[in-house]
């Protein structure tokens, strides 16, 4: 008997490849989009918009295809591209001014978020994490996450900790005119 396959994740994928490019499709052709940012967030939402048209949209679209073909260690290659696609969009969200497109920006969250819950279901269902039986594997995955996760804070926080023990609000806040002060380097 020939098994059923799920064909949840590839249609996860498409919507959001269809979604993605058409918000930075209207972000790069409509000059107007990021009129209101100040210039480095426009700057940085530009290279984005190139980054998900020709890095994220095929990855999406490749590691859904092979996930459907049961290649298992691709799960976590598509679920680090709806990680980042929800982390993305959560700042798009929360951090720019409203623009023609916002509604785009918030069903791009949802779809990801939902996205990401789908995987934790999936991943217990189809029991994925067997793929790591070697102790091995799991101490350097555990290790480069763990570096990985200080090194962001250490960024993240180095102005926020001095801020907060001084009582004043960071200077990146307030140059930004902003009420969140969304991720920058």
Known sequence: MKEKKDVTISILSILLSLLIGFVSLASLYIKINYIKEIPGFAIKNTGQD????????????????????????????????????????????????????????????????????FFVFYSIQESIFTLFKKKFSLIIITYYLTINVMVFYSLRFSEKIPAIIHQRIPNSIIGNHLLINTVQF
């Open 50 to 117: 190139f980054v998900n048209l020709f890095i994220i949209i095929p990855i999406l679209i490749l590691s859904s295809v092979l996930v459907y073909h049961k290649k298992r260690l691709w799960l976590f290659i598509w679920n680090g591209i709806i990680f980042y696609l929800t982390y993305s969009y959560a700042s798009h969200s929360s951090g720019l001014h409203y623009d023609y497109i916002f509604i785009a920006y918030l069903y791009i969250l949802g779809v990801s978020f939902y996205s990401l819950v």
